[in-house]
């Protein structure tokens, strides 16, 4: 069976442009989020999407925004890319709405903005 | 102080040795306690959660201690397959956003 699958795995943008990641769940899997992880640090969660509804957002900036479609699969964007934005995103999907379910995490896509 | 924090490491320990990694938290509220474990450039995976009156997994213990607020890792007789960065998750009751620590890193040698 298929894990989760993220797209594309690596990519380098230019600061001030824009990036769009996706992320296709594990099969029966309703639940989606987003993670950013800097190097030497955990995770940080960005947003969840359950049922294609946003059901939980981090601590982040507007340029970050996300959705849910229909198929269960999630895109995550980025506008106005800065230094900073550089770092490994992560997307986990899980059955539930999240609570005690265990994350299935996919490889990642890293994003270096120069 | 931080929601989550963990000793970043590394801890470097010979074969077969015993090492405990611990992770306190701030949030009283919270609820549900995994270790996940991440190799190195890959995705993190859980090793297993942690339940109120402790739990084992072969080689692997986890605990909690509600009062002081921490939950530890044992792994006994380690081995070199086990290197790797540990994360301790927790979640609040409630809600649907998991915070994760920054993750203890272990290397086992020969």
């Known amino acids: 069976d298929a894990g989760v699958t993220q797209s594309p795995t690596h990519l380098i943008k230019t600061r001030g442009q824009h990036v769009t990641l996706r992320c296709s769940p594990i099969?029966?899997?309703?639940?989606v989020s987003w993670y950013q992880q800097v190097l030497g640090q955990g995770p940080q969660f960005i947003f969840q999407?359950?049922?294609?509804?946003?059901?939980g957002r981090g601590n982040f900036p507007d340029r970050f925004s996300a959705r849910q479609f229909p198929n269960y699969s999630s895109e995550l964007n980025v506008n106005a890319l800065l230094l900073g934005d550089s770092a490994l995103y992560l997307c986990?999907?899980?059955?539930?709405?999240?609570?005690?379910?265990?994350?299935?995490f996919g490889e990642g896509s890293r994003l270096t903005v120069l | 102080r931080k929601e989550v924090e963990q000793d970043p490491g590394p801890f470097n320990v010979p074969e077969g040795a015993t090492v405990a990694f611990n992770c306190t938290y701030s949030?009283?509220?919270?609820?549900?306690f995994f270790w996940y474990r991440q190799d190195c450039r890959k995705e993190p995976k859980l090793l297993m959660s942690?339940?109120?009156s402790g739990n084992e997994d072969g080689r692997f213990t986890a605990q909690l201690n509600r009062a002081s607020q921490y939950i530890s890792l044992l792994i006994r007789d380690s081995k070199l397959s086990d290197s790797a960065t540990y994360l301790c998750?927790?979640?609040?009751?409630?809600?649907?956003?998991?915070?994760f620590g920054r993750g203890t890193s272990l290397i086992v040698h020969p």
């Open positions: 986990a999907s899980s059955y539930g709405q999240g609570g005690t379910g265990e994350l299935f």
């Open positions: 099969s029966g899997h309703k639940s």
């Open positions: 999407y359950y049922e294609k509804e946003e059901r």
């Open positions: 949030n009283s509220a919270s609820q549900s």
């Open positions: 942690v339940y109120s």
């Open positions: 998750v927790l979640q609040s009751g409630g809600s649907y956003i998991p915070t």
